[in-house]
């Protein structure tokens, strides 16, 4: 897994609340035993009208190919615990998600993939959207180390913001490794625990 | 190492309490728990990337005796002959027996005598058991919490870790009570009751939290009303959903061919009884429902909180204050095609799906059943019931279920998951509207461009026969 220390981009803005999992990946796209490619299939109900591009779906306007941060609505992620998701979202090129919650599942999903949930409270959230309306090339940037937002606005042009992130995951993430290897290190605990269990 | 951080055995302790001290293997500062897992369970469409990331890392799987594999996503339900959908299922499947194979993993295969949705066939085989802790790689694994387990859905990665470890990584999550109240009225089942949770508190009300669900109306119902309560728990975003062990869960598992026997039954029995809550625990978060002033439900929108009583009107956008809500209605009326303030009742449909891992045990047969019996289903509407599991089929063919089935104009199908996420080929088309059973109305979830209704099997039996949304209490002839 890629490290993740600092990102800075201009936004996707796909301002919409509860966007379920088979939205980010129709279930039809499941049927794979590869996690490479599927950014294709991102947003595919949204993103094409029988296979051809609908140049008004944000994905799809050119400006957005570059960006790595989406900026979503509340609830992001409900649904299946499918990786797919994840998967879709990170083979597009998206590092990092802002919104005001995640889907537990999706939440974990993310961050097993590098992609770094960003949760911003209504007031940052509402604050960013207007300044993404007002200046559709608005960057922000993410310091994961300090856990710091930058958002556009304010009086000095933008605004530090510090988001919650789980200490652990913060870990993983910054140092780009998965949990199995945490997880391993505790075989001897592991197998005392499964000996305590038949003995019992 | 610090000591796990449990809670004190003299402070009462809540259900959840009980079954999360019991599996933590390790516990660090600043980390999220190792929790033990009794049982991972694996189907063909979240699993190949996990046995492959095993293979990468020269690893074998940890405990094969506590991993059962099943297939039912991609597989075909037709009666005759067993014709994968594409060949992309059909490498899945073949993905899925090869792994199995490798890692010396009991496989419940396509064809099998004991095949079936993999948390239909999980509690019917006896391997879901009270007080275990269970994972899988699909969200509705919050449906084993019927038996007093704490179950919830995992990602492939994590797949992968318990494969590998038989443990997770988990933060201890905070409790909810849930406690439904009150009687049922007639016509007014589990599936309305989780129903109408979900649309008093939302697609992520339950977010971070483990539901236990408690209440005179919750003992009243039978195993496979507690499973249709348990496997919603996730569409309110809590990721787990339980309900205490008792008489009704030990004469479900009683005899089931993995669950304990002779005097190890009895050991377990009353080990389980010492799984209920404490008297004076407490819960992060309470919610109470009075089940007696509910009528059937049914959505109208395109996620399972946009849910109303079946005689109530679809709401107004423009009654919303919040922005946010206002617009999320909005599209969710536009991509149904409905008008705001108009009822339900009546509203024409395409197609009845009676099935998945929600609706589709023997009790739903039957309850969808009685009301078909000697009815017909509508004219131009294609009724598809979709038993759980291979063992389902056969005790409904035993108990003629079939036979009032294809006899009303039904089709009467093989086990899988078939229309609840469309991805063996038995799908809506474009437009169309069903009065589904299963637990998604997400936009497209039962084939791109149509429209779900989730209703329980009585609602959706009864919508087949008059063609159009009906209300059960209110047909001609009766329940």
């Known amino acids: ?200 | 190492m610090a000591e796990p951080r449990t809670t004190p055995r003299t402070t009462p302790r809540t259900i959840i309490d009980k079954i999360w001290d019991a599996h933590i293997v390790a516990e660090e500062p600043d980390c999220p728990a190792v929790i033990y897992i009794d049982l991972q369970l694996v189907h063909e469409v979240t699993s190949p990337q996990a046995f492959s990331g095993l293979r990468a890392r020269g690893m074998k799987v940890r405990r094969p005796e506590r991993t059962v594999a099943t297939m039912d996503h991609s597989t075909p339900t037709l009666p005759r002959g067993l014709a994968v959908v594409d060949p992309l299922a059909e490498a899945q499947l073949e993905t899925l027996r090869r792994n199995c194979a490798e890692f010396g993993v009991r496989l419940f295969e396509l064809g099998g005598e004991k095949q079936g949705i993999v948390h239909v066939i999980g509690p019917e085989l006896g391997f879901t058991q009270p007080g275990m802790t269970i994972v899988c790689g699909d969200s509705h694994t919050s449906t084993h919490g019927a038996f007093a387990a704490l179950a919830f859905g995992i990602g492939t990665s994590e797949v992968e870790h318990v494969l590998a470890s038989q443990c997770l990584l988990q933060h201890k999550p905070r409790s909810c009570e849930v406690v439904f109240d009150g009687a049922l009225g007639p016509g007014v089942s589990a599936k309305d009751m989780i129903l109408a949770l979900i649309a008093e508190i939302g697609t992520g009300g339950g977010t971070g939290h483990v539901f236990e669900y408690r209440g005179d109306a919750v003992r009243g119902l039978s195993m496979e009303g507690r499973m249709t309560v348990c496997n919603m728990s996730i569409e309110a975003g809590a990721r787990a959903g339980l309900i205490a062990p008792d008489d009704t869960t030990f004469d479900y598992l009683a005899g089931r061919d993995y669950a304990p026997k002779g005097a190890d039954w009895d050991r377990a029995v009353d080990r389980w009884r010492t799984l209920p809550t404490d008297d004076g625990a407490s819960y992060d978060r309470s919610i109470t429902i009075d089940v007696s002033r509910l009528e059937p439900m049914i959505t109208f929108g395109t996620n399972p909180g946009q849910g109303i009583g079946i005689s109530s009107a679809v709401p107004d956008p423009q009654a919303l204050g919040d922005a946010g809500q206002r617009e999320s209605l909005a599209k969710a009326l536009a991509y149904m095609d409905l008008a705001p303030g108009k009822p339900l009742l009546g509203h024409k449909i395409d197609v009845v799906f009676i099935g998945s891992c929600t609706n589709s045990r023997i009790e739903d047969l039957r309850a969808a059943a009685g009301v078909l019996d000697g009815r017909k289903v509508a004219q131009g509407v294609r009724a598809l019931v979709v038993p759980g599991s291979a063992d389902i089929k056969r005790q409904a063919e035993a108990e003629g279920l079939d036979r009032i089935f294809t006899g009303a104009g039904a089709e009467w199908r093989n086990a899988g998951c078939s229309m609840c996420i469309a991805m063996n080929g038995d799908q809506l088309d474009p437009g169309q509207y069903a009065v589904s059973t299963s637990n998604r109305n997400f936009e497209g979830r039962q084939g791109k461009g149509g429209r779900t209704f989730l209703a329980s099997p009585l609602t959706a039996a009864a919508s087949a026969v008059s063609g159009a949304i009906a209300d059960v209490r209110a047909l001609k002839g009766g329940i």
């Not at chain 1, 379920?20 to 599927?38: H, M, N, S, Y």
């Not at chain 1, 615990?81 to 802002?98: F, K, Q, V």
Request: aromatic share 8%.
């Open chain 1, 1 to 200: 897994m890629e490290p993740f220390r600092t990102l800075e981009s201009a936004v996707i803005p796909l301002v919409r609340d509860d966007v379920d999992t088979d939205q980010i990946i129709p279930a039809r796209f499941l049927k794979v035993t590869e996690k490479v490619g599927l950014g294709k299939n991102l947003f595919a109900d949204w993103r094409y009208d029988n296979g051809t591009p609908r140049p008004e779906f944000v994905l799809e306007r050119p400006e957005m190919a570059d960006r790595t941060v989406l900026l979503a609505g509340n609830n992001f992620g409900c649904g299946s615990s499918r990786e797919h998701a994840p998967w879709a979202l990170a083979d597009w090129g998206i590092r990092a998600i802002i919104a005001t919650s995640f889907a537990d599942i999706f939440k974990n999903n993310a961050m097993s993939n590098g992609i770094l949930p960003v949760v911003v409270g209504p007031a940052v959230h509402a604050e960013l959207v207007r300044a993404v309306e007002a200046d559709p090339a608005a960057t922000v940037s993410i310091d994961l180390e300090a856990r710091v937002l930058t958002v556009p606005g304010g009086d000095s042009g933008h605004a530090r913001v510090e988001f919650p992130v789980d200490p652990f995951a913060r870990k993983c993430l910054l140092a780009g490794t998965d949990k199995l290897g945490y997880i391993l290190g505790f075989d001897d605990q592991i197998e005392a625990f499964e000996k305590e269990r038949a003995d019992a």
